[in-house]
């Protein structure tokens, strides 16, 4: 069983910043690559930024020089530092990580964190 537990979302004024956390529990054999997603009312889930397990990044466009990311293997644990953040920034960000535990590899979701920016 694994599970990704975030933290870090909030409310928060245009210009400000948030620094999101997840951390994967569970029996873990190995963790490929991590992100974070987010998904606003009435739009899809889109992709924010992606680290591989060699630390390659990726970003959305929209938040190319203002996110950056982030992964602590030791405590099983990948970090979204957001700053500058405007109000399409809202939504709820999502972890996901490709894990290997000792029965499968398989893509995991955390629970969501709701991020709130106010004009």
């Known amino acids: 069983q694994v599970q990704l537990v975030e933290s870090g979302g909030g409310l928060v004024q245009a210009g400000g910043s948030l620094r999101l956390s997840c951390a994967a529990s569970g029996s873990i054999r190995s963790i490929n690559g991590m992100g974070w997603y987010r998904q606003a009312p009435g739009k899809q889930r889109e992709l924010v930024s992606t680290?591989?397990?060699?630390?390659?990044?990726n970003f959305a466009d929209s938040v190319k020089g203002r996110f950056s990311i982030s992964r602590d293997n030791a405590k099983n644990t990948v970090y979204l530092q957001m700053n500058n953040l405007k109000p399409e920034d809202t939504a709820v960000y999502y972890c996901?990580?490709?894990?290997?535990?000792?029965?499968?590899?398989?893509?995991?979701w955390g629970q969501g964190t709701q991020v709130t920016v106010s004009s």
């Open positions: 680290i591989t397990s060699d630390s390659r990044l």
């Open positions: 996901n990580a490709d894990i290997t535990t000792v029965v499968l590899r398989h893509n995991y």
